[in-house]
């Protein structure tokens, strides 16, 4: 196998791909939680994506890609085989769950990605946690069959009530809460909305929840200061702060609109890519 | 011949053009104006020049050969000394250095262009593609951290002594500040790549995507290799702490200049976007402000430099403002930044406040204080703050025994050794921000140091040959 040669790729839900590469540097050292930046060819933009799963024994790591944008549409172009042109990490911190017993992980949408891993360790380590997984209808539900295996209890629910129940993660969220389970600590990854809605839920328990922010970046070594957020008044790097941090004192606002910065020049190139350019 | 009295200076694109474009600004002389530029040397035998050149460079000599019709023989004399001298040539603050000490500075009608010299023969050297051979290999292992300046030049003598020396760098691309900071038009990605590759023929593997204290552990590398030099710069921006400052729109000079030097953010088609305002307030004056606000001006933004200084104590090169001055970027010196205001999420302008220049401060500069009530707005809709930066924290984060200053930078001693056994540094990461020629410097200090180790320790024969004097060169 060559350097970030594609090992294997699949559907794993509608325009959401998993990609297994080879690429043991990164393996050899990768924990959940950790992203890397991927370059699909010599003249492409550096995207961060969260490692999901890797095999250090093998040298591969996995990330799972919604296609929503120029790049991640480059990358669903490719094959297994094809060799890309970066692949570097892991980058970040490794989750760090270890203080807490009883877990609860919420996943929305991609966020399933990096709650998968988690609750795969958490299973490991014989603290099985609860998972509230949420899609906006059964066609961007993952990882249902290993969720199922994985953790404790299952809770899923999608928008339009296509699988599992009808509504938003938070439904869940709250009614645990109301029932008293308590929760050392939630994990809550997916879309920026969902995870300041899961805050603003249980910021009113005083449960403390983790989450995990995917922000714009260039190197992700800290070198730009692109994935600057503001964190209990402090300006943080997600590469190399976090990319998780104490979700009841993000700023969500910011970081909203800090995510949609290059929004224009992200829809010409897309157009580009697609021949709808004008 | 009888040598002009005046200094040559650079032939450069007329500004009017290049802000329309990313050539290079400085057109290098032609052999006429070298040769005429050479004579105006004086040979003085205690060469005063030399002191003010952090690697040493023999100056009067390789002059004196490009003189004598010999540039073949003034690359090599350059050479000795300097690894990257076609880069030198382009970026080192002469005025401060070399040219600072040349007696006919004052009174002779400039000191001699020494920089400019420079980089002529370099250019001649690179243009005839002459390639360093690779030596053999004396048995002895280095690992260099960052492929910036200080460990090019570190990697390059350890292995010119015979040294196996493998480089990692973060970046997919191999150069460091070379290619993320310092911007086409001042110093070509074609130049640093010829440099690059100079330093790989001399038998230096170079490792990209390797991002040392996550992909590969310091104290793995302490194990594998006979010795460790950190060279991983300073790469953490500073911000300035006021309102506004996580706008969209305001970006760090180095975010803003990798997107555009490293990522070809300035290329039409390119996938890499950049913020491109039209009204553009950067934040400082040193080369890195001068860089980002050239850039700015060429892709296409009216530019304002903001400096809470007056022009006397702006940091950057003379020529680097001058050109800025010539390509239009307004300065609005004695001004500083209070507040960034912003408009859906957006910059719409900046709040400043007029300073006046009070006591010396601890840097002998004086040190500027607020004038009460002259706050005013300025509109823009990009902001770029270049106020420096320090080192990153991610190889002390996960190597803790390694020494660090309050502000984040390696301690070791002028030799680049630090605390741990076997590990040196240099460049920024040791010194905080400075320029490519000290980190070259610290580079080769660290590389003789190295190697005197490694005679100490049986590993090489001799220091200053690496112990390779019956091998002879072999391709």
Do not use: W
């Not at chain 1, 919420?106 to 299973?123: D, E, N, R, S, T």
């Not at chain 2, 292995?159 to 900071?181: D, M």
């Not at chain 2, 022009?311 to 050109?323: D, G, N, S, V």
């Amino acid at each position: 196998m060559e350097k970030y040669e594609i090992v294997s790729k699949r559907t794993l839900a509608d325009r959401v791909n998993e990609y297994v590469v080879y690429a043991p540097s990164v393996a050899r050292h990768c924990l959940a939680g950790q992203f890397v930046i991927l370059r699909v060819d010599d003249d492409g933009e550096r995207v961060p994506f969260t490692v999901c799963d890797y095999d250090r024994a093998v040298g591969t790591v996995s990330i799972l890609v919604q296609e929503v944008g120029y790049t991640t549409m480059k990358l669903a172009e490719t094959k297994v085989g094809d060799r890309l042109a970066d692949f570097v990490g892991p980058l970040g911190n490794p989750t760090d769950l270890s203080a807490y017993k009883r877990i609860l992980l919420v996943g929305g949408g991609i966020g399933a990605a990096v709650i998968y891993p988690q609750a795969k360790q958490l299973f490991s380590e014989n603290r099985a946690a609860d998972v509230v997984l949420g899609a906006r209808n059964v066609s961007l539900v993952m990882y249902e069959e290993e969720f199922r295996k994985y953790c404790k209890n299952f809770h899923l629910i999608t928008d339009d009530g296509s699988s599992g129940r009808k509504g938003f993660v938070t439904d869940i969220v709250r009614e645990l809460l109301e029932k008293g389970v308590g929760y050392d600590a939630v994990f809550a990854v997916g879309p920026l909305g969902m995870m300041r809605a899961v805050c603003n839920v249980t910021r009113e328990f005083g449960v403390h929840t983790v989450v995990s922010m995917n922000s714009l970046m260039v190197d992700g070594t800290g070198m730009c200061g692109c994935c600057r957020i503001t964190v209990g008044g402090k300006i943080r790097y997600a590469c190399i702060d976090g990319p998780e941090f104490d979700g009841h004192e993000v700023d969500f606002d910011e970081a909203a609109s800090r995510a949609v910065m290059y929004r224009e020049a992200e829809k010409e190139h897309v157009c580009r890519l697609r021949g709808t350019a004008k | 011949m009888k040598a002009d009295f005046q200094r040559h200076e650079m032939p450069t694109q007329n500004p009017a053009v290049r802000i329309g474009n990313f050539d290079e600004v400085a057109l290098g002389y032609t052999e006429e104006l070298a040769l005429a530029e050479a004579a105006r040397c004086l040979n003085c035998k205690d060469a005063p020049c030399m002191q003010g050149c952090p690697v040493n460079v023999h100056i009067p000599k390789f002059i004196a050969a490009l003189r004598a019709g010999k540039p073949d023989e003034s690359a090599e004399i350059l050479l000795a000394d300097n690894n990257l001298p076609a880069i030198c040539g382009r970026v080192c603050p002469q005025e401060n250095q070399c040219e600072k000490f040349c007696v006919r500075r004052e009174k002779a009608g400039g000191s001699v262009a020494i920089g400019n010299l420079e980089r002529f023969v370099a250019d001649y050297a690179s243009a005839r593609n002459v390639m360093p051979s690779c030596k053999s290999s004396c048995g002895a292992k280095v690992a260099v951290v960052g492929s910036g300046p200080a460990s090019l030049s570190c990697a390059a003598d350890l292995a010119k002594a015979g040294v196996k020396v493998t480089v990692f760098e973060a970046l997919h691309k191999a150069g460091g500040v070379l290619v993320y900071g310092i911007p086409e038009f001042r110093l070509p990605k074609s130049v640093v790549g010829k440099e690059i590759e100079k330093v790989a023929a001399l038998g230096v593997d170079i490792e990209t995507n390797v991002v040392v204290g996550k992909t590969v552990f310091v104290e793995e590398l302490l194990a594998g290799y006979d010795a460790v030099f950190i060279g991983s710069g300073a790469g953490l921006p500073s911000f300035l702490g006021i309102k506004g400052e996580t706008l969209d729109g305001v970006s760090s000079a180095n975010e803003f200049l990798t997107r555009v030097n490293l990522m070809k953010a300035y290329k039409d088609g390119a996938v890499t976007p950049v913020q491109r305002g039209k009204n553009v307030v950067v934040v400082g004056a040193g080369n890195v402000a001068m860089d980002a606000a050239r850039t700015a001006r060429r892709l296409g933004a009216e530019v304002t430099l903001v400096y809470r200084r007056s022009r006397a104590e702006m940091p950057a090169r003379k020529e680097e403002i001058l050109h800025a001055e010539e390509e239009g970027i307004k300065f609005e010196l004695l001004t500083n930044p209070v507040e960034i205001l912003g408009e859906n999420g957006f910059v719409r302008g900046m709040k400043c406040v007029r300073m006046q220049l009070g006591e010396p401060d601890a840097s002998g500069r004086r040190r500027p204080v607020e004038l009460a009530g002259s706050e005013f707005e300025m509109a823009c809709d990009e902001v770029i703050v270049a106020l420096g930066t320090t080192p990153n924290p991610i190889i002390k984060r996960s190597f803790p025994a390694l020494e660090t200053t309050s502000k984040g930078t390696i301690v070791a001693d002028e030799n680049g050794r630090t605390s741990v056994d076997g590990l040196y540094a240099g460049g920024d990461a040791m010194t905080g921000a400075a320029t490519v020629i000290l980190a070259m410097g610290a580079g080769k200090r660290s590389a003789k140091a190295i190697l005197r180790m490694l005679e100490e320790k049986g590993k090489i024969k001799c220091a200053e040959c690496g112990g390779n004097s019956d091998g002879g060169n072999v391709k």
